[in-house]
């Protein structure tokens, strides 16, 4: 069975630019969240869907960063206009709602450089 | 999500038992506690999780106190490969995961 996916692996852009962060979680599985690390903090969380709806997206730092879930599949993290301070690793995690369960399935994260 | 408190960091020789403790006293009786890691460079990776009783798998073994108000995670043999940062997470329900700052293990030969 495949992982969770995400792609790229690294993107290097100017300041003002829009990137888009691409995520396939695991087949079946309802929930995806966003999450990134910025350089020297912790993993901090940006938003939750859950099929195609957002479910949670009190993380979203500010309106610069769109996301979406259309059919409830894979998932896309837009950042427009990217600044300085957006350069981090932003990974994308997947699961399955299960009596009791929270076990989130990560991908191998985005790295995102902006110059 | 119940605070939870861990070292900065352990050392363990490789072939040892890691042992990793966790508090959290203000967990609440219906809350579990996760172990996540994370390799240096990967994406986190789900340990073991559990509610009041002890659990194992492949992984690692999971010792909660009957109080519930810590945990410890034990690799029984840990390799150089177990190095890496430690989570121990209560999350609130089929919430997010709210990452600390973990516990830097650091496997030797």
């Known amino acids: 069975e495949a992982g969770v996916t995400q792609f790229p692996s690294h993107s290097v852009i100017e300041k003002g630019q829009t990137v888009t962060l691409r995520c396939d979680p695991i087949?079946?599985?309802?929930?995806l969240y966003w999450y990134r690390r910025v350089m020297g903090k912790e993993i901090k969380f940006l938003l939750h869907?859950?099929?195609?709806?957002?479910?949670?997206e009190s993380g979203m730092p500010n309106n610069r960063f769109l996301a979406e879930r259309t059919g409830g599949t894979y998932s896309t993290l837009k950042v427009q206009p990217a600044e300085l301070e957006d350069s981090g690793v932003y990974f994308c995690?997947?699961?399955?709602?299960?009596?009791?369960?929270?076990?989130?399935?990560f991908g191998p994260g985005t790295r995102l450089t902006v110059l | 999500d119940a605070k939870t408190t861990q070292p900065p960091s352990m050392d363990c020789a490789e072939g040892r038992a890691a042992n990793l403790p966790c508090n959290h006293s203000?967990?609440?009786?219906?809350?579990?506690v996760y172990w996540y890691r994370q390799i240096h460079s990967q994406g986190p990776q789900y340990i073991i999780h559990?509610?009041?009783n002890n659990e194992t798998n492949e992984m690692a073994s999971l010792i909660i106190t009957e109080d519930r108000k810590s945990s410890t995670l034990i690799l029984p043999h840990a390799t150089l490969r177990d190095t890496a940062v430690y989570y121990c997470?209560?999350?609130?329900?089929?919430?997010?995961?709210?990452f600390g700052k973990g516990t830097m293990l650091l496997v030797s030969p």
């Open positions: 995690a997947s699961s399955q709602r299960e009596a009791g369960g929270n076990e989130q399935f």
């Open positions: 087949s079946g599985h309802d929930n």
């Open positions: 869907f859950v099929k195609e709806s957002k479910q949670d």
């Open positions: 203000t967990i609440s009786g219906n809350e579990y």
């Open positions: 559990g509610l009041k």
């Open positions: 997470i209560v999350p609130s329900g089929y919430s997010t995961l709210t």
